[in-house]
């Protein structure tokens, strides 16, 4: 009996000490759980502040670009994080007996939150596209539009406001049946380009002192060169033709005409009326009575207003054609182009400085590099026009009745190139 009784008495202790030792184990695996779980709350926050700060950042637009500096401090600061919590892992590892598992767990999680190199690298692709985004847009706000010249003159009926484009359009149309051949003096057997010159010269000089309109001027010197063309003429009655080319643009431009008797003084008395009379229905025989053709003077009048001009560059420009009206060379451009270029060389003078804006080039039909030969002539031109003996042009816009335009600086910088 007594023997038996120790053997149950041995054997309740061993099972007592044994669920003891149990209920130990087990209250040691709860606290070293609750100590992992307590040292994991930390990692989790940092990991979770980390992914919403990354993206706060892929989802605002509108943050800081990244910039070379700005990612070398990133990248100094997650190396900071990085040894912080290398340096919490060893503490933990050192505290309890669970710290590998603890170890390898974090360093997935970590390694999950560590940036891409390359993202740093997919932003410059995006940041070139915003800049030349920005690029077009500037172009588009720096491109110059073009104005609407005739919207102040819409309620005057003289203006034609409504169908000036059509009128224009036609003039462009036919104004080479206006224009001669740069070359037509070579069948001249008297007379040369030096003696048309001299001519045009004289006949500037007569129509400021008749106190002419433009029109008259520039219509004269082209029935001057349309029948030479046609023509043949001794040097000798080359005046005669000059002037009653002048007596047939004043018919047509003019409201109160000079009689024969004052053409026929002013020239000395060279001529009879007879022989005026002759030539005169030689001529417009010879041009088949077509005097209405569109001249320099027709186009420079829509130039200029599409330049904005005030009376400086007017009276500029004016000077400029006028002195190219003299040479023979400037017969090869066509006169659209003629009073384009005397435009743009004026404002080059007046400003100082290259100037063609997009409305000019719109109304013009003409480019500025279109225009760099005819303006360089007209620069070239203008320079001389105070020397030599066919000062006729300079002399006359010398005058304060011409607000002294010839004495304006000419381009010269438009000759360098």
């Known amino acids: 009996m007594k023997d038996s009784e120790k053997c149950s008495n041995s054997n309740a202790i061993e099972s007592d000490v044994s669920q003891g030792l149990e209920a130990r184990k087990v209250g040691q695996n709860r606290r070293a759980l609750g100590v992992i779980n307590h040292n994991m709350i930390p990692n989790k926050r940092a990991v979770s502040e980390r992914n919403e700060v990354c993206e706060k950042k892929q989802g605002d637009p509108v943050h800081r670009p990244i910039t070379r500096r700005f990612a070398a401090k990133i990248a100094s600061t997650q190396k900071l994080k990085a040894a912080e919590g290398t340096t919490k892992r060893s503490n933990l590892t ?158 047509y431009e003019e409201v109160s005409v000079p009689v024969v008797g004052d053409l026929i003084l002013i020239s000395d008395r060279a001529y009879s009326r007879k022989e005026v009379l002759e030539m005169e229905k030689l001529m417009v025989n010879t041009l088949k009575f077509n005097i209405s053709v569109p001249t320099a003077y027709v186009f420079i009048r829509r130039f200029l207003k599409a330049a904005q001009a005030d009376r400086k560059l007017e009276l500029l420009a004016f000077f400029l054609v006028e002195l190219s009206l003299v040479e023979y060379a400037m017969l090869k451009f066509p006169p659209s182009q003629l009073a384009a270029a005397a435009v743009y060389t004026a404002q080059c003078a007046t400003n100082g400085f290259k100037q063609w804006s997009k409305t000019c080039e719109w109304h013009t039909n003409y480019s500025e590099d ?48």
């Not at 007209?378 to 004495?407: E, N, P, Q, W």
Request: aromatic share 8%.
């Open 94 to 251: 050192s505290s309890n007996g669970f710290g590998d598992c603890i170890f390898v767990d974090d360093e997935h999680k970590l390694a999950e939150d560590q940036p891409v190199p390359m993202a740093l690298e997919k932003t410059e692709p995006m940041r070139n596209e915003s800049d030349e985004m920005d690029e077009v847009e500037m172009e588009d706000m720096m491109d110059e539009p073009v104005m609407d010249i005739d919207i102040s003159d819409a309620n005057d009926p003289l203006a034609v406001s409504e169908y000036i484009d059509d009128l224009y359009a036609y003039y462009r149309k036919v104004e080479s049946t206006g224009c001669v051949s740069p070359n037509y003096m070579a069948d001249q057997f008297d007379i040369n380009e030096r003696m048309r010159a001299i001519l045009i010269d004289w006949l500037v000089e007569v129509h400021d002192k008749f106190d002419l309109v433009h029109e008259t001027l520039f219509l004269t010197v082209n029935l001057i060169d349309r029948f030479l063309e046609k023509q043949s003429v001794v040097r000798k009655k080359l005046q005669l033709v000059g002037l009653v080319a002048m007596l047939l643009a004043c018919k």
């Open 370 to 417: 279109q225009l760099l030969e005819c303006s360089s002539l007209m620069v070239d031109f203008h320079k001389k026009a105070g020397t030599g003996k066919l000062t006729g042009a300079h002399r006359k816009y010398c005058t304060s009745k011409f607000i002294f335009t010839a004495k304006c600086e000419p381009a010269s910088f438009l000759l360098e190139n």
